[in-house]
């Protein structure tokens, strides 16, 4: 019964997404409206952890699954790929470095910012 709640909750911030990107004046993708509602929710203390652990760590431990339809998405358009596939798997390590690197620096931002404010403001050494 827990792990429906979950989804429910889960599947209730996507329908909210879908809303509100249906609504607004200028296109904005409702799964990044739906996680920002997740975060808010979170940050305000309405929801907890614990009411959305179960189906989160399923979600990450199972997340290939919703890697392969763009991979037969791929497989299926790869005669119009191939002509341009060098420029594609440049771009595609390119924003694969990219990607890194801004999660990386954000990792060190956020662990920066934690230090900060579990000292008092004092930083560590």
């Not at 440049?90 to 990792?107: G, P």
């Not at 662990?111 to 404010?117: P, Y």
Request: aromatic share 10%; glycine share 6%.
């Amino acid at each position: 019964m827990e792990i429906i709640l979950e989804l429910i909750i889960i599947l209730g911030a996507c329908f909210i997404g879908e809303i509100l990107s249906a609504v607004l004046p200028f296109s904005f993708p409702s799964s990044i409206i739906a996680m920002i509602l997740l975060f808010l929710l979170l940050l305000c203390g309405i929801l907890k952890e614990k009411h959305l652990s179960h189906v989160g760590d399923f979600l990450l431990k199972n997340m290939s699954i919703f890697f392969l339809p763009a991979a037969v998405g791929i497989l299926e358009h790869f005669s119009i790929i191939r002509q341009a596939l060098i420029p594609f798997l440049l771009i595609c390590a390119i924003t694969l470095l990219l990607t890194f690197a801004a999660t990386a620096y954000t990792v060190m931002g956020v662990r920066a910012l934690q230090r900060h404010f579990s000292k008092g403001g004092k930083n560590r050494a």
